[in-house]
């Protein structure tokens, strides 16, 4: 049995503390009026930072996101704008808990899937990584209610992340007028607790048949948990592609991608895989998890160059598609992320492809704990910029960066997801040793 | 040099396995190894060199994709620059994007060609070459082992015997005879 060290939960309770204090900063220093608002703006401006010089590309962002409510202003544009850069600005470190709570959570549910995967293939490389996955998971549950708890109080106006909640804002829009059906709160919410619902379940009935087939003398808890999980595979696939149109496609409402599903997906799952190998690596290092050896770091190695690859790939195909029809009303997305946040639009290609691509390209660098931790730390910086581009645009506009209630948002997820990962490890034995297949993963060599 | 060999036929890969670092441990050379499909770790088992055609493959592809730059540049801009869909192509950089499944698909063709190429010219093999398998049988099902005799036969003959092999012969030098 595993022990949670105290040096660990050490750690993740400060990462959670600082981590929490940023957050509270990031919500005193919102501005509670116009005025402060503009006062902050200004002081950005008089300082002469890139924040001013994006201020002056204003009307860009305007046109986006949440310009719409401003259209019919017309005469009173600088009072709506200033109307505008307040909402943004009291946005902001509700973007930033929203930003740091899914990608958290967007990590167990990745890892759920890549465990349904190997169940439901019935991969004879995995078992001995199985509690480790499943360690992962348990996070499932209480990040999913965080981010369901958010998203509820954006519903009841706590918050403006989607414009489309307002009523005086579709009022005045006959495109979110028209998606009304499916664009409710209740409904919306209702999407939500069903799906987290189902996942949970699944992860739960696993789990339970995972932890029975230790004791058992025969099979039949593995061909159970074999059926649950191609049975989920179904069930996911189609309900994380509306959770990504309903959780972060909606804060644009204007803006669609039909292959958004897919691309949030593969976003979630090279970073799942990436934990994987992080926390088997640690555990390794720390002398559990004996049975691992450098073959299933390499197997963890491929899919992390693998899925880095693919997800640039669905990247792409969404970027090049709506670059070269240059409709304007699909091309404003990807304008506002060239223009006003080029640095992590940019920087996030470098590093979810570029750098994987050349570190874990050589077939004897996957077999290396140094090289994996390495492309492995900025494989999960790399995607929460992924998020982050996805999120900050639409909600915050132009007055983004990353700062205090930013970091301290990341921070804080961090601490949680590393408390409830390690106290999960320590429920059950690493090893799950009455898996049918776990004698091949023991002796698996590449 | 002895130009005699024997030959011991397996019927499964994991004996093969087996068989091999048997065989090496004693000491014996193990000339080719006949196999109807590839066989993971047998070159580790043998001991041969690492292959180095991961790194002609990535030499290739960035041929590859240097030659796709050039080649799109120079259609697309210098020598015939047309407005497509309201984007006109005066500029490489401006209009990359669209370049870019022509460079991902000229990498891939010069890596995957060149890679084959290279593998026939370093295992000396070209279209209608006689085949050197010595027994057919290794097109089909079975795996089949060459070492080098050097007036040994019995005791060769049964240490490949007691590792599994379910034929062992000795076959007529077919250059001399």
Redesign the interface.
Known sequence: MYTFPNKLKVLALSFMLIGLAGLIYGFMSAPKTIEESKAIVAAAAHHGDGHGDAHAAAPVAHTEGHGQEHASAGEHHDAAHDEHVFHQLSNKPWAALYVAAFFFFMIALGTLAFYAIQRAAQAGWSPVLFRVMEGITAYLLPGGLIVIAILAASGLHFNHLFIWMDPEVVAHDKLIAGKTGFLNVPFFLARAVIFLGGWTAYRFISRKYSLAQDEANDDSNHVKNFRWSAGFLVFFIVTESIMSWDWIMSIDPHWFSTLFGWYVFASMFVTGITVIALITIYLKSNGYLEKVNDSHIHDLGKFMFGVSVFWTYLWFSQFMLIWYSNIPEEVTYFITRIEDYNITFFGMIAMNFLFPLLILMNSDYKRTNYFIVMAGIVIVLGHYLDVFNMIMPSAVGDQWFIGVPEIGGFLFFMGLFLYIVFTALTKAPLHAKGDPYMGESERFHY | MSNQVIHALYDDDDTLLSAVKEVRAQKHHIEEIYTPFPV??LDKAMGLEETRI?IMA?IYGCIGFSVAVLMINYIMIVDWPQNI???PSFSFLENM??F??VMFEMTVFFAAHLMVITFYLRSRLWPFKAAENPNPLTTDDKFLMEIALHNNAEELTALLKKTGAIDVSIPENKEEA
């Open positions: 993971h770790g991961a990535f869909g309201g984007k994007p669209a870019v499944p």
